[in-house]
């Protein structure tokens, strides 16, 4: 709206199987699975028993004590992940600066392991209705409120700008860093933490989607169990993660001298207006936020060189995404190479759109595409290239990625190379 | 640059259900907090709060939709059917991409969830419902509504505990300036469950005055903590030239925002930094485009902890000096919704421009030390018809928006 353009400046990465940016990076071009049996606690009486968990160790994070008796598992992550984008961005903000700085981070379900496990204390078991408020931890009133997550990173890095929490459900994490985008681009904020965050593996979570058999049952195989556009794919595997990215203006960026992984090119969101959980066959709402998000990056279908698939591996889902590439990008659907990191990570819920986003700006830096792992066999109704197996070295100037989530929510993202120097 | 304006207002809140409700308690000063009827809070040490009265869910939403839904969202459908009414717009949107619905959430569906936790945890399956994961989750309320209102533009929820509220109506202006005309903003709350009770009890901000009468005095010698409350108000916000061409009835503009942090935890020891919260406040003027000298009315925060009042009122005096417009808070009549609490403080400046009133303070009766400032003690005519409403969010949130009343109409009841 104002000319001001918003870059990536910094990545940071808690994610199943990778508990830093470059061990993430790692984990996924080499395409190796981090679904398991569930350990957080027994999962035998659940439909669904695995999914991909993080080996994530607060200390070695860097987490203070303090943080640690505070933070639920979720806000952990993120105070990791924001430590390591902004030492990634090497960002050494003035007091003035710090005003200008904000904080955007998006979760699905915020503080549920804590309040689950706070409730089991202070219901004593599920028996009593007029739960013991004597009971309750001293830190029960930041785990109702997922507000907690934008403040506690806030108060990490001494940052005055706006914080926000976005919760959109599973786009999340598209529509935080999209959220933030805007308050760039809007100026509003200089400098933004933008990412999300996500620790849903509890059991109330897991019995919930077991209730609707939205998650996979593939209990005896659980490395192989997250099976996006597979034929024989059963649903998707929960996982836990978050990625917090180093957003900047610009300008702001280049006088400083930063290095820069890509533009945030553009932003587009739709709801389909159809069922809580159902998806449209047709892909309609998804397709219309993908073209606004080319619209705003001025780039044609056939400029797209990779896209980061939503990928859940549930049945309707891996098909109305299909039909939205296809609707959206036209012939070009059919030669861009399609990948779901959620075959490796699993879907950590309003966390995985930043981690998607994240894997975004490392395949642009990088010039590698991340497989879809698990991929065996061809569905007919998905009939695009899912870079099976093995990542793909490419050149990657353009990279889309798209969410979809309960409630309707249809996003897409598109990140960009910069050819030359930063713009001013 | 795009204006952006308020056409609809739904209340639905412990002051009443609808906006003439709303504005009757609101100028009698009729406190409607009292004992807490939805559970049995004997066993807790605060056991009074704002609950809606008499609501009546089926009004507004069919079975289905309130068997998959906590009342929270049930909140929600009516707040949104009634602002849609309101301003004149059909229950289901004639141009679905035109229009986007973003309210604010601080947490979620907690009846819903306390019901199938202890489900799961206590019953004799060991399992939940259905639709449990459709209806504790954040976003829950924005997407029934966006299926039944066929609300298909650019949805958002946002979570900034009391201050989050504001912030809806600040992201719409930029959801219409970015090209969806009609945008639905605000929140509603519903926090009042034993667990959700007992987790806000932790907060160490809630009044254990046993009087409902004088449990929730912000800015007051005897101010104690606040009251927690259900409900909230959600508004239709229009591009103005949308407006116009259909002959809406505009309330007022939304003409400035801003928001920043304390980067410093709320706890015993804190009151947040004024500094901020003023900066917050200079933000949401310099983008209206007014200086502080324009502002009639001021709707401040009004946490009702003594040590936020004192510095609330540090921050007011920060910005407004040595002649600081009126200060009113009507937050003691329904008690503190959270983001619902500052979306309905939102409704009554709107509603007292249009009226041609501003009403009068419910608190303080006696001014605490150190929070002199001048306390709105009757009912007055409003001047520039700019209103500046505040709102503070648990852990370091600073939200002000700052809105334009319409000329008011002709022929309106005082």
């Not at chain 1, 089991?120 to 599920?126: E, I, K």
Request: proline share 6%; with cysteine.
């Amino acid at each position: 709206m104002t000319g001001r353009r918003t870059v990536v400046t910094g990545v940071g990465v808690v994610a199943p199987g990778g508990a830093s940016r470059d061990r993430f990076w790692k984990a996924i071009t080499e395409g190796r699975t981090a679904t398991r049996r569930i350990s957080f606690f027994d999962p035998s009486q659940f439909r669904s028993q695995i999914a991909a968990e993080c080996d994530f160790d607060p200390v070695a994070a860097g987490l203070t004590a303090a943080e640690r008796r505070r933070a639920d598992r979720y806000v952990q992550f993120a105070l990791a992940c924001s430590a390591e984008a902004v030492a990634d961005a090497g960002l050494d903000l003035t007091d003035a600066e710090r005003d200008r700085a904000g904080v955007v981070l998006g979760t699905a379900v915020g503080g549920t392991m804590a309040l689950e496990q706070q409730y089991v204390t202070v219901s004593d078991t599920g028996r009593r209705w007029l739960v013991d408020a004597a009971r309750g931890g001293r830190y029960l009133y930041q785990a109702l409120v997922p507000s907690s997550l934008a403040a506690d990173v806030a108060c990490r890095h001494g940052l005055h700008g706006p914080a926000q929490v976005v919760s959109t459900g599973c786009t999340s994490g598209i529509d935080a860093i999209g959220y933030a985008h805007q308050l760039i681009a809007d100026g509003e904020a200089d400098v933004v933490l933008a990412g999300a965050a996500d620790s849903p593996i509890s059991p109330v979570t897991v019995a919930s989607f077991d209730a609707i058999k939205a998650t996979s049952p593939d209990n005896d195989d659980p490395e192989h169990a997250s099976r996006p556009f597979d034929a024989d794919r059963h649903g998707f595997v929960l996982a836990e993660g978050a990625a917090v990215l180093v957003l900047e203006e610009a300008g702001h960026a280049r006088r400083r001298g930063a290095h820069v992984y890509c533009e945030v090119a553009g932003y587009g969101s739709r709801s389909n207006g159809y069922h809580m959980t159902g998806l449209r066959p047709d892909g309609l709402e998804m397709g219309l936020a993908i073209s606004d998000a080319l619209r705003q990056a001025r780039l044609a279908p056939e400029q797209v060189s990779y896209i980061s698939a939503h990928g859940s591996g549930t049945r309707q889902n891996d098909r109305h995404e299909t039909a939205a590439f296809k609707r959206a990008l036209g012939p070009a659907a059919y030669r861009v190479p399609i990948s779901s990191i959620k075959s490796m990570v699993g879907h950590s819920l309003g966390a995985i759109g930043s981690i998607e986003m994240a894997a975004c700006a490392l395949a642009i830096e990088f010039g590698v595409v991340p497989p879809t792992a698990n991929w065996a066999t061809r569905d007919p109704e998905c009939d695009l290239d899912y870079v099976p197996n093995e990542a793909r070295e490419l050149p990657v100037d353009v990279a889309l990625s798209v969410g979809s989530g309960f409630g309707g929510f249809q996003s897409a993202m598109v990140f960009r190379r910069l050819s030359g120097a930063v713009p001013a | 640059m795009t204006r952006a304006v308020v056409t609809g207002i739904g209340v639905v809140a412990p002051s009443g259900v609808g906006v003439d409700a709303h504005w009757r308690t609101v100028l009698a000063g009729a406190r409607r907090t009292g004992p807490i009827t939805l559970f049995d809070p004997t066993g807790y040490p605060t056991r009074h709060g704002g609950e809606v009265p008499d609501f009546d869910a089926a009004a507004y939403a069919d079975n289905r939709q309130l068997v998959q839904t906590d009342r929270w969202t049930h909140l929600g459908f009516a707040a949104t059917r009634l602002a849609l009414a309101d301003a004149g717009l059909p229950e289901r949107a004639t141009d679905p991409y035109g229009y986007a619905v973003t309210l604010a959430s601080s947490s979620g569906g907690n009846l819903f969830g306390q019901r199938e936790l202890q489900r799961l945890w206590g019953g004799p399956t060991r399992t939940v419902g259905a639709y449990q994961s459709i209806a504790w989750f954040y976003a829950a309320s924005v997407g029934q509504l966006s299926i039944h209102h066929q609300f298909k533009g650019p949805c958002g929820v946002l979570v900034a505990e009391a201050a989050g509220g504001l912030d809806s109506l600040a992201h719409a202006v930029r959801v219409v300036r970015r090209g969806t005309p009609v945008v639905v903003a605000g929140a509603t709350e519903c926090p009042l469950s034993p667990y959700a009770l007992a987790c806000q009890l932790r907060s160490g901000l809630l009044s254990d005055v046993a009087d409902p009468a004088r449990a929730y005095r912000p800015f007051d010698a005897a101010a104690s903590g606040y009251l927690p409350a259900e409900g909230g108000a959600v508004f239709v916000v229009e591009e103005l030239g949308h407006a116009l061409s259909r002959g809406a009835r505009v309330y007022g503009e939304v003409t400035g925002w801003g928001a920043t942090h304390d980067a410093v935890h709320t706890g015993p020891d804190a009151a947040g930094d004024p500094g901020q919260y003023a900066r917050a406040m200079r933000l949401a003027l310099d983008r209206a485009g007014v200086g502080p000298d324009a502002v009639d009315v001021v709707l401040p925060d009004a946490l009702g902890v003594p040590r936020y009042d004192r510095s609330e009122a540090v921050a007011l005096r920060a910005v407004f000096g040595e002649r600081p417009p009126p200060v009113t808070t009507q937050k003691p009549l329904t008690g503190r919704a959270h983001q619902g609490g500052a979306a309905l403080d939102v409704a009554t400046a709107l509603l007292a421009f249009h009226h041609d009133t501003l009403p009068a303070t419910a608190a303080p009766d006696d001014v605490a030390d150190g929070c002199d400032l001048d306390f709105l003690r009757g009912h007055r005519r409003p001047r520039s018809r700019v209103a500046l409403v505040c709102a503070r969010g648990f852990d370091g949130f600073n939200s002000a928006l700052v809105l334009r009343g319409a000329a008011p109409t002709r022929g309106v009841t005082r």
